[in-house]
């Protein structure tokens, strides 16, 4: 089965700098665009530069977490594909992510297999690219 090779524009929020360094490396290695945030505020302030594919993002961090993220990002992009990772999920939480108008493509529990989350990427891949305001060619 061929892959599809579309290429993402993967913005991940994880405040673990080893963990975001192994995203990272996999991630271009498999020729993603990888914008590093160690926290949800720093991830609201490159969405703000910048448009993203996907969040890849972890839920306990520091200055914004991750629900405060995802529900920051969804106001101004509804569509916005979400692979949650957490090491520890409550039953408030995750009733907040099911309860979603777009649930998340992938709730990843850490320790995670990388491939999981490749496979959660291909799944992002497959759909449709959201709408983006460009020129008409």
Excluded: W, Y
């Amino acid at each position: 089965m061929a892959k599809n090779k579309r290429s993402l524009r993967v913005l991940v929020a994880e405040d673990e700098p080893l963990a975001a360094m192994v995203i990272e490396d996999v991630l271009v290695g498999e020729g993603h665009a990888v914008a590093l945030a160690p926290d949800g505020a720093a991830a609201l302030e490159l969405a703000a530069r910048q448009d993203f594919d996907v969040l890849l993002t972890d839920l306990a961090m520091p200055r914004v977490d991750g629900l405060a993220l995802i529900r920051q990002l969804r106001l101004t992009q509804p569509d916005l594909p979400v692979v949650v990772m957490t090491g520890f999920l409550s039953a408030a939480a995750a009733g907040e992510l099911r309860g979603q108008a777009q649930p998340p493509v992938a709730l990843l529990q850490k320790p995670f297999d990388i491939d999981r989350l490749l496979q959660a990427l291909e799944l992002v891949k497959l759909a449709p690219a959201p709408c983006r305001a460009e020129a008409a060619p």
